[in-house]
Each structure stands twice: as structure tokens, then as C-alpha cells.
């Protein structure tokens, strides 16, 4: 007899790989865009907002001067809003500067289907016409189901599908961390 999964808590990335990982992300972006004077940094809510507010301090250190930051819910722009048994809670989209002929940079912590950024440039269209859409993710986990790839990556973490991938944050009041959760069916 099978028993029901258990999940098993695997650390890919400690809060010194979290901060090797956006310092070199943070220099890549600078590089990609000859330095950041035509970038904005837009976080998709949540984590995302505060990896963005992450890089945007790398990025001061680094450049000495700021960029502009955002913060974007993309609840009304999901795909699965018909579908879903709990509606979400609306939060608030705060991006006060014109994202026309900019370079924005999606910030976020997981890329998974995709599904997620597409919504975030929907909802960057609404707002206004960037130059160029950049995406960076802390941790890209595969699994595609549309063709979205980030131009800036922490780390590869390969998993299953049944796997689940969880940032957490020294912001929502965790030790900085990211995990992998595998389920595992446990025999009797």
C-alpha cells in the first residue's frame, strides 16, 4: 500500500548564493544595456518586488546613481481567473514613471510555464510601449508551457513536474533561502 506523499525540503541556494547570484545578475543587466541610464526595474508582485528592490540597491552601489522601480500585479491579467476556485485579492500596481522607450526588467523569483510573464507584459502593454521587455528570474525550474525565456537567470534548479520550487525571503520574514520540495510516496 502507498501512503500519502511527504514532502522533502532540499536547499538549492543559502542567503550567500542568493546575494552572489543578484550581484552577478545586477552586472549583467548594466552590461546588456551599456549601463542603466535608459533602464527601469519593475518586481512582479510578490517576491518579485523585492528581488527588484535588490538589484535596484546593487545597481546604486555599483552605478552610483538610481533607476527607476516599479511594482506590477498582474492578478487581472491571468489566464486562469475563470477557473480558479478562491478569486484572488487585487493588490496594487505602482510604476511611477512612463515605461515608454524604456528597458524594463521584469523582475521575478521563479520562471515556470510562463504563464506568469506573460501576463506581466500584458499588463506592461496597458501601461505603455518600452523599448525592450528583459526578463530576470532568481531561479528558472523549466517546464515551459509558452515560449518566454529570462535574459537573466540566478541559478537552473532542474525539477519535476510534482516538485515545488519556494523563495524565501529575509523580507516576509523568513532566512533568506531557496528550496526545492520533492513528494515522495511513502510505501507501508
Known amino acids: 500500500m502507498v501512503q500519502p506523499q511527504r514532502s522533502h525540503e532540499l536547499v538549492v ?3 550567500h548564493d542568493m546575494a552572489r547570484v543578484l550581484t552577478r545578475v545586477a552586472h549583467e543587466i548594466l552590461e546588456r544595456n551599456k549601463g542603466c541610464q535608459n533602464v527601469a526595474l519593475v518586481g512582479i508582485r510578490t517576491g518579485g518586488i523585492y528581488l527588484a528592490q535588490r538589484l535596484q540597491g546593487l545597481i546604486r552601489h555599483i552605478e552610483q546613481t538610481d533607476v527607476c522601480l516599479g511594482e506590477l500585479d498582474i492578478t487581472l ?4 481567473l475563470a477557473i480558479r476556485k478562491n478569486q484572488p485579492v487585487l ?14 526588467v521584469l523582475v ?11 501576463a506581466a ?4 502593454a496597458d501601461l505603455g510601449r518600452p523599448s525592450e521587455i528583459q ?12 515560449p518566454i525565456r529570462a535574459n537573466y537567470v540566478g541559478k537552473n534548479v532542474p525539477t519535476s513536474e510534482d516538485d515545488t520550487i519556494r523563495v524565501f525571503l529575509e523580507e516576509l520574514g523568513e532566512r533568506d533561502r531557496v528550496s526545492r520540495f520533492t513528494n515522495r510516496k511513502t510505501p507501508s
Open 121 to 124: 507584459m500584458d499588463g506592461l
Open 91 to 104: 493588490k496594487k500596481t505602482d510604476i511611477p514613471f512612463d515605461i515608454a522607450n524604456r528597458n524594463v
Open 77 to 80: 491579467y491571468r489566464d486562469d
Open 13 to 15: 541556494m543559502d542567503g
Open 108 to 118: 521575478d523569483d521563479v520562471l515556470f510555464t510562463g504563464r506568469t510573464i506573460r
Open 135 to 146: 526578463l530576470a528570474v532568481l531561479v528558472d525550474r523549466g517546464h515551459r508551457q509558452l
